[in-house]
């Protein structure tokens, strides 16, 4: 399973949920669950058992969403992974034998946080041009051979456009990659990023039945940041209920970002 359908299974699955929990709740209360007992106005047994079950299920069920988001999580960091990569064997035998060509190639990226930043699959923060920290050792100046830190990006459109269907609230970027770089089957991995352009999708993010109009910043669920912020770009019906504050126009924010948008 990929981690949007993950995502989706969940979406779901909150509703049928809610009304289960509520059903529960009714039906304890109609048949005297939750009186003392004492009065004899109900079995004692019922009330013990649902008591019980209650106590169980305000323990129990926090672990499990928890657990369930953790897994979303894992699921996506290792998509973000295995990306640009296709398979990980370098397409030459010497690592500092490096490809003398341009690395131009293209990713999706989500737009997070209070003040809109370009995130990666894998949660990275990164702005238009930037360089590539590594995460898992400190030491490392990215790209290095045999650790997953660098930029990556797909050198075929069309690959990175089958990500961006699998993952309806990113964004497709067209990047040059500098510095040390590997080259893969699919795309490269390098020391430095600039973003040259971002293509805005033709229907609204929410609704996908009428054209986008503006930005707006909706607050989502998710483990890097137990909640956070994503910015969607959604037609006038789906973005008129946000405050002035939660919104911005296409100029605003290409000027945020600092990158050029085209449609
Ligand atoms: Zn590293
Ligand atoms: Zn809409």
Not at 69 to 81: A, H, P, V, W
Not at 102 to 131: C, E, N, R, S, W
Not at 193 to 205: D, E, G, K, T
Request: proline share 4%; aromatic share 14%; hydrophobic share 40%.
């Amino acid at each position: 399973m990929d981690s949007a359908s993950a995502e989706r299974k969940l979406g779901e699955f909150l509703p049928k949920f809610c009304l289960g929990s509520l059903i529960a709740v009714l039906l304890a209360f109609l048949f005297g669950g939750f009186s003392s007992g004492s009065d004899g106005s109900a079995p004692l047994l019922l009330h013990n058992f649902s008591r019980q079950f209650f106590t169980l299920y305000i323990i129990l069920v926090p672990i499990i969403f928890i657990s369930y988001l953790l897994y979303i999580d894992f699921l996506s960091r290792q998509e973000g992974k295995r990306t640009a990569t296709g398979n990980r064997k370098l397409i030459y035998d010497d690592a500092f034998d490096l490809p003398s060509q341009d690395m131009h190639g293209y990713k999706i990226a989500f737009i997070t946080g209070q003040v809109p930043t370009l995130t990666g699959l894998t949660g990275d923060l990164y702005v238009a041009d930037d360089t590539a920290r590594c995460e898992s050792n400190r030491e490392h100046i990215p790209p290095v051979v045999g650790c997953d830190c660098g930029f990556y990006a797909y050198s075929d459109i069309r690959d990175a456009k089958h990500q961006l269907s699998i993952n309806p609230t990113s964004f497709l970027i067209n990047v040059d990659l500098y510095g040390i770089g590997f080259a893969y089957s699919r795309g490269f991995r390098a020391e430095s990023q600039v973003v040259n352009s971002m293509s805005l999708p033709r229907r609204c993010m929410r609704c996908k039945i009428f054209p986008p109009i503006r930005f707006v910043k909706s607050h989502k669920f998710g483990f890097n940041s137990f909640a956070y912020w994503r910015w969607e770009f959604r037609c006038q019906m789906c973005s008129s209920i946000f405050k002035e504050e939660d919104r911005l126009s296409q100029d605003e924010m290409s000027n945020v970002l600092g990158i050029m948008m085209v449609k």
